[in-house]
């Protein structure tokens, strides 16, 4: 392995898209505009950008730092810096090794849909039940998993310049121009409902904009509070040792600190235009009812949507679908990299070999995700109160049980073992300006470690179990 020629971005813009790349998912397109709609739209999103620029920020920056200066995947990295840390490296390494069994499969449903507007069959897909038919179907949902695989597969085995960072370098340009074409169309849409109430997407603009307060209380605040941080959280793909190992195809003479915070930008942005191009869309024609979350906002409420456009929405849905492709598809790849990479060291195989058998291995995995809608149905009733099928299970595992989990060791571990100038040294490798360091050390050191630990405790149901054990012995 190590004497051949280590893998990298060309420059810093081909590490910004990637990176970029990742992080933009179906995170920000589906589960942002959901949550601005629910947690009291301005509100949530000044929360939300407070959080980016401190706690995202902090998170963004120590695993970038910890890949570049390691120069190893997630697997290895934590090792490299301690042996006794060891252990962190192959935690967070189950991240996108289950992450990876699902993202495929949503992926897929998305390819379905593409096909479904261009093939015309978009009225369809607004029909009620159309959806649920779809994905407890048992062949076809199989079938678009393993096409968006082979796609991922494919980007991957050309390797990190060749394919990453070319793919990326011209899809996320493209994903920003459909994201902001159908913003705008969204705005100029009117529509009169059977009772003659008009609604217009400048209305809708203002649902999403203007922070409503009603009903905010304390609890209410906490609760917007925690979810503006576990969107974050999962949005900027951090704390699941992907920026670890796209950290480490970073060039020693990049400047760290103006590249994460143009990955900020470029997330946070897209997460905004989404909202921009949802939330009126949604108010016009289905008012705030229709803002639903998770796959239902995408596959049920928006197909609805669309046939409400008339002529228009097909076009629009062929338009939507494709740019949910490619940022499935980018952070896809990212997952599937870091498994690669991972397991390249640890075995020395080359990329292709590695590539293939991973591709081979994700979909024997997936295609039993895709059957549990059907074949291996089950109803399970999650820690956090949710209903879930094998999907949501992995889901809940990989985002409210590890991801935290993670985050928090890994804060421990750099802000009191290796110490923060660990990392800031990386920072100013060249001499830059890392101009948010006070901050960082104060995020790293005491308040990730405690906010982590809170929503650790929240989003395993720790805190509602608590309570209701409270309640009984005083209720
Ligand atoms: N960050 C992606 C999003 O916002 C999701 C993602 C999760 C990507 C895990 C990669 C790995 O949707």
Not at 251 to 267: A, C, G, M, R, Y
């Amino acid at each position: 392995m190590d004497n051949k020629k280590k893998s990298s971005f060309t420059g810093s813009i081909g590490f910004v898209l990637a990176a970029a790349g990742s992080a933009v998912g179906v995170g920000n397109i589906w589960r942002f505009p959901y949550l601005a709609a629910r947690d009291g739209g301005g509100l949530f999103i000044f929360v939300y950008l407070i959080l980016v620029v401190t706690f995202g920020f902090s998170l963004l920056v120590t695993d970038i730092a910890i890949g570049r200066k390691t120069g190893k995947s997630a697997i290895d990295a934590f090792g490299a810096i301690s042996k006794k840390w060891d252990f962190l490296g192959k935690i967070t390494f189950l991240i996108p090794a289950i992450i990876m069994t699902y993202y495929t499969v949503i992926g897929g449903w998305v390819l379905r849909y593409i096909v479904d507007y261009i093939t015309g069959k978009g009225s369809a897909a607004a029909q009620d039940g159309y959806f649920t038919g779809f994905i407890t179907s048992q062949i076809s949902p199989i079938v678009y998993m393993l096409i968006f695989l082979a796609l991922t597969a494919f980007v991957v085995y050309a390797g990190v310049d060749k394919g990453i960072e070319r793919f990326s370098k011209i899809v996320m340009p493209g994903l920003i121009l459909m994201v902001i074409a159908i913003a705008v169309f969204s705005l100029t849409l009117s529509h009169t409902d059977a009772n003659g109430v008009t609604r217009t997407g400048m209305q809708g603009l203002a649902v999403y904009l203007i922070p409503d307060f009603t009903g905010v209380t304390f609890s209410k605040f906490l609760s917007i509070l925690l979810d503006a941080m576990s969107q974050l959280f999962f949005s900027l793909s951090v704390s699941m040792g992907i920026m670890i190992t796209y950290g480490s195809y970073v060039k020693k003479d990049v400047d760290l600190n103006k590249s994460i915070t143009q990955i900020e930008l470029f997330d946070t942005g897209v997460a905004l235009l989404a909202g921009a191009m949802i939330i009126p869309a949604v108010y016009v024609f289905m008012g705030t009812e229709g803002m639903t979350s998770g796959p239902s906002l995408m596959f049920i409420s928006l197909p609805k949507v669309f046939m409400s456009m008339g002529s228009m929405g097909s076009v629009v849905g062929i338009v939507f679908f494709i740019m949910v492709a490619f940022a499935a598809l980018t952070s896809c790849v990212s997952i599937m990299e870091t498994l690669v990479a991972g397991v390249m060291s640890k075995t020395g195989a080359s990329r292709k070999k590695t590539s293939f058998i991973i591709g081979v291995i994700s979909a024997v995995a997936s295609i039993i995700i895709c059957l549990g809608y059907n074949v291996f149905y089950f109803e399970l009733t999650l820690p956090n109160g949710a209903v879930g099928q094998i999907l949501d299970i992995a889901d809940y595992i990989s985002n409210s049980f590890l991801m935290p989990l993670i985050a928090l060791i890994t804060s421990v571990f750099v802000g009191w073992v290796i110490k923060p100038q660990w990392i800031i040294d990386e920072m100013q490798r060249n001499g830059e300006k890392f101009s948010r360091k006070a901050m960082y050390v104060v995020m790293v050191k005491f308040i990730t470690p405690v906010i982590m630990a809170v929503l650790f405790l929240q989003s395993t149901g720790f805190f509602t179990f608590i309570i209701n054990m409270f309640a009984k012995i005083f209720g």
